[in-house]
């Protein structure tokens, strides 16, 4: 039974993993796109990507302490949130630079 729960933890923390780098993969066939739609320059493409990564690699830091602390399921569903909220404020772009 112990090693069941152990397989299934390690299986679901490389699906964890996988996820998290796929999404910071998945923006790049569609950053043209958005680049052409927003009026964006390369270097406005260039800079969204890298402060993407840089600040998903610095949240991964605190986001064991704060499930440590608070839950993990706390701390999903506020990463959830979170993500949805952006995703939502997102959609208001109507350029790069909003003035």
Known sequence: MEKMRLSIAIY?????TFV???SAQLIT????VLAEKLGAEDLNI????GVYI???ALFQIFTGAFADRY????AIALGAFLAALSSILCL???KV???
Not at 71 to 74: D, F, M, N, P, Y
């Open 97 to 99: 630079l909003q003035d």
């Open 20 to 22: 998290t780098f796929l």
């Open 71 to 74: 839950g993990k399921r706390r």
């Open 12 to 16: 679901l923390l490389g699906l964890a």
């Open 54 to 56: 840089v600040l998903l």
């Open 46 to 49: 260039a800079a969204v990507s």
């Open 29 to 32: 066939p569609v950053m043209p």
């Open 92 to 94: 208001g772009s109507v």
